[in-house]
Each structure stands twice: as structure tokens, then as C-alpha cells.
């Protein structure tokens, strides 16, 4: 992997920067037509012929199909800490991959060398997976259709760094300012450009730009000995004017995190035990996407690994629950105009009323599974091949009023926004922590609780849904989804939902 990255200390990088220090643009790429956005076949050095020369390569021993895959990626980040500016880096990665199919079985051979004997040694590597005389033939070019979900005519990797400094020292001001009890503010901004473009033995060609942006404040409020942390992003497919949106600000970021940090030192024990628990709006999301949304990948199902395997048309879940993923929200973290195999992003409903409807796919399971692709072919980078994956995965509204699902409980914990947690992909059994929550007492909210946990098994959970409020909101907070070792950005989203029983880990009996 090429990648050129420098890192400045605060010993030379600080809050008060007069200027784009040489290396912020010592990354920066030439003859650029727009921005930093370049000609693809000039970038990667080689011509649609070329390509499917190395795909002729790659099925030289046989093989039902082969694809290949370029990618061109400029990131930066910035880092603020007690102040200053702690660190920050600007890189370039790129390189290509080559797959090469045989039934279900994959080989896969990278380089980030774009001269063509390297290429063509990728593309032979890959192919040693088949060893038949029999090869798939190269259909003529098509290019693919794709959407147009992004915001491309501000990238935020061409901004200024003087600008995107400013607004981290925003944030790091609204925090310290919201409280005497704020003692510390972690504040970080990073965002890339991603150039890629895709070339395989049916013919599909197509390239694709993918802008990407986050902010995250994390804050600590102490009194005493009493400490407490709080984390807030918001993270989208577009420019840094995303920022100046009503509620977008980097002010209001970091002040949200500081109330929750300053909310939660007079937070009471968590109740431990079985519990009622109420789900709240868009982060909550998370639980939906990590303990029912991978069970329903696929990939998992046609292995019969996944507690859904074999099940469609079966009722499993509340016929409150109906589960979606799409790609097709403009703008957002999870979205994507198209593919890494070539299809269109789609809205793939899951779980319908309840009832088991059908699963994420990738080439490989559409074709083994004899489903239509759902545009879920995925991958962190040219260093992987594509499996199935999430973009934005959400359950739909409900019929009732959040208030009233409130009211609906006697004694219970609303949980709000969550840190994290481990989860058993093939089970679905989960522990997620839980940094905002309350107690709910005679249909009210009350106290904040702290040392939150909440454990379970989603497919379990997903029966256990009594109630769907009508306020599905998707989290504009940074996820990003691990799966086999690949990381992409997703997003979340979910009602306000009731759970008649989750288990509470917490310290109070």
C-alpha cells in the first residue's frame, strides 16, 4: 500500500496556525480537472483495453468470472487536545485488486504498483484459484447506470486547513464554555476523497467518486472524583458547508456531548436484571444493525451460520418490526451510487410485519442463492475482495406516539446513545454499553443512569417488540461496521421502540 503521510506535533502545529504548512498539500495530485478529482484511466495508468487484458489474465486458468477493482484515496485528519492542536496527517493510498470466481470460491491478489507487468502478475496470482481449460468469456463494455447520491461540488479534502481548523476550535470552545464542570475536550475532524473504478468479465465497467466527512467531540466533566465521558459525531458525504446546517454546527456538537457528560455526574446506578427497556430514536440504531443486521447478511445465511438461515417466509420477529437497508438516502455515511461489483443500491426490505422477506446480497449468494443482487457487494479497499454488507440499515415507524409508548411503562430504562459493544455474528447474542440513559418511573423519565449495559440475543429481542413509535430518525453520527476484517462507514436508524425485556447490567439489585 503507497501511502505518504505526515504527522505534525503540537510543538509545531497549534491552535493559532498562520498558514497550509508544506506538507498539508505535499499529497496534493497534479493536472487535476476538478478539485482533487482526476481522469481515471489517466490516474491508474491503464485503458479499458488494457483492463480487460488483465481480466483475459485472471481467467487464464479457468474461472466462471473475474473483476477488477482500482481505488485512489486522499484522507486527512485533525486532532485537538488540551487547546491545541495535537496532530494531524494527510495521506494518499491507492492500488488495484483482481477476483477471480470459481463457483463460491474466491482468489484474490492486490498491488499498488499500476506498471502493467505488476498488474498482470495480480491478475495471474488471482487465477491459480481455477484450474480447468474451460475459461469464461469477456463480454464487450458496458458501463454501469449509477445514482447520484453526493455532494461533489464542495469536497472538503480541497478545503482550506486554516477552515477546517476553525471549526474545531469552535467545537473545543462551545464545550469548555458549557460548563464549569467540562475539564477536558478530545475534538477530531478527518474526512477523504475516493476515487474508484471497476471493470469485470460480463462487461460492467463504471467509476465512482465517494467524498466522506466526520466530526467528533468526546468530553469529560469531572466533580470531585467523579468523572464522566461523553461522545458525539456527525458524519456525511459532502463538504464542510454540511457544518454551517442548522444543527450540524460544530457548537452543537460539542455541546451535546458536554450535557450528557455533565448530565451523568449526577447519574444514579444502573438497575440490574431483566428490565423493560425503551429504545430511543436513530442512535439506537446500532443495536438493530449489530445484533439483528448482520444475521441477515447473506453470505452467513447461505453457509447456514446465521439464525435466519433457511427461515424466509417464517415469522422472526414482532409484527411491529419491519427491518430495511437501503443505500439510497443522499448524502449519507451508508450510502453509495453504486456497488464495488457494479449494482445499483436498492432498498432491500428484510423483515416485513414480522415475516422473514429476504436477505443482503452480493453477487456470489444472488447467484448461489438464486436471489436478484440487492447492492450490497462491499469492500474497506482494493486490499479485499466485496462480501455482503449494510449500508443503512433501519426498522420503520410505528403507529405510536413516543410519549405514549413513555407513558406505557411503569418502571424501566430508557436507553438513548450507545458506546459500542461485542456481539456474536452467528448467534446474535450482544453486550452493548450505553452512555445516556434513564430510569423510567410511572410512565415518566427521570434520573440519568450510569454504568449502563444491555445484554441479549437479537433475534430474541426482535420477538420481544411491543411497541413501534412513529419518529424513525436516522443517526448522522461516524459508524463504521467490522466484518471479516474489512471496516465501511454505515449508517442506522430506528423509532422509538419498546423491548418488553432486555437484561440490565448494572450495579444496583
Request: net charge neutral.
Amino acid at each position: 500500500m503507497k501511502r505518504r503521510e505526515f504527522l505534525k506535533k503540537s510543538s509545531i502545529i497549534t491552535a493559532g496556525i498562520a498558514s497550509t504548512p508544506w506538507w498539508w498539500n505535499a499529497c496534493q495530485p497534479k493536472s487535476l480537472t476538478k478539485g482533487s478529482v482526476q481522469d481515471m484511466e489517466v490516474l491508474f495508468n491503464v485503458s479499458k483495453s488494457g483492463m480487460k487484458e488483465l481480466i483475459s489474465y485472471a481467467l487464464s486458468n479457468g474461472g466462471n468470472h473475474a473483476d477488477i477493482f482500482f481505488e485512489y484515496r486522499i484522507n486527512s485528519s485533525l486532532r485537538m487536545e488540551e487547546d491545541i492542536i495535537k496532530d494531524a496527517s494527510r495521506g494518499i493510498i491507492m492500488g488495484m485488486g483482481v477476483r477471480v470466481i470459481k463457483g463460491d470460491q474466491v482468489g484474490y491478489a492486490h498491488t499498488d504498483d499500476f506498471s502493467f507487468d505488476k498488474m498482470k502478475e495480480a491478475a495471474m496470482a488471482a487465477s491459480h484459484i481455477a484450474s480447468s481449460l474451460v475459461s469464461a468469456q469477456i463480454a464487450p463494455i458496458k458501463q454501469c447506470r449509477k445514482k447520484n447520491l453526493y455532494e461533489l461540488e464542495e469536497l472538503s479534502i480541497d478545503a482550506d486547513l486554516k477552515e477546517k481548523i476553525s471549526l474545531i476550535e469552535r467545537a473545543n470552545s462551545a464545550a469548555k464554555k458549557f460548563h464549569s464542570k467540562v475539564s477536558k475536550a478530545y475534538v477530531s475532524l478527518s474526512d477523504e476523497m475516493k476515487q474508484i473504478m471497476y471493470m469485470d468479465s460480463d462487461g460492467k465497467y463504471f467509476t465512482d467518486v465517494q467524498p466522506m466527512l466526520l466530526l467528533r467531540c468526546y468530553i469529560v466533566a469531572e466533580d470531585g472524583t467523579n468523572r464522566q465521558g461523553a461522545s458525539m459525531g456527525k458524519s456525511q458525504r459532502t463538504g464542510l458547508n454540511y457544518f454551517s446546517e442548522k444543527g450540524n454546527s460544530p457548537e452543537s456538537i460539542a455541546e451535546d456531548a458536554a450535557k450528557i457528560a455533565v448530565t451523568n455526574l449526577d447519574a444514579k446506578p444502573a438497575p440490574a436484571g431483566p428490565q423493560v427497556v425503551v429504545l430511543g430514536p436513530a442512535d439506537s440504531g446500532v443495536l438493530l444493525h449489530e445484533a439483528v443486521g448482520h444475521g441477515l447478511e447473506a453470505d452467513f445465511n447461505r453457509k447456514g451460520l446465521s439464525n435466519f438461515s433457511n427461515r424466509i417466509g417464517e415469522k422472526v420477529a414482532s409484527e411491529h418490526c419491519t427491518i430495511v437497508d437501503s443505500g439510497l438516502f443522499p448524502n449519507m455515511r451508508g450510502s453509495i451510487n453504486i456497488d464495488d461489483e457494479g449494482n445499483l443500491p436498492t432498498e432491500a426490505v428484510l423483515i416485513e410485519n414480522g415475516i422473514l422477506k429476504g436477505y443482503m446480497h452480493d453477487n456470489i449468494s444472488s447467484k448461489i442463492m438464486k436471489a436478484q443482487p440487492t447492492g450490497n457487494g462491499r469492500r474497506q479497499s482494493y486490499s479485499f475482495p466485496p462480501i455482503p454488507r449494510m449500508t443503512n440499515t433501519y426498522m420503520r415507524s410505528g403507529s405510536y406516539d413516543p410519549e405514549e409508548i413513555i407513558k406505557s411503562v411503569d418502571y424501566g430504562v430508557y436507553a438513548k446513545c450507545f458506546s459500542g459493544g461485542q456481539v456474536d455474528i452467528t448467534k446474535g447474542d450482544f453486550t452493548f454499553g450505553v452512555f445516556e440513559a434513564y430510569l423510567i418511573e410511572n410512565g415518566k423519565v427521570t434520573a440519568p443512569l450510569k454504568d449502563v449495559t444491555l445484554i441479549g440475543n437479537g433475534p430474541d429481542v426482535m420477538t420481544k417488540v411491543t411497541m413501534v413509535g412513529n419518529n424513525m430518525e436516522f443517526t448522522k453520527g461516524g459508524w463504521t461496521c467490522g466484518k471479516n476484517g474489512q471496516r465501511v462507514p454505515v449508517g442506522v436508524g430506528i423509532p422509538t421502540v419498546k423491548v418488553s425485556e432486555i437484561t440490565v447490567g448494572g450495579t444496583k439489585a
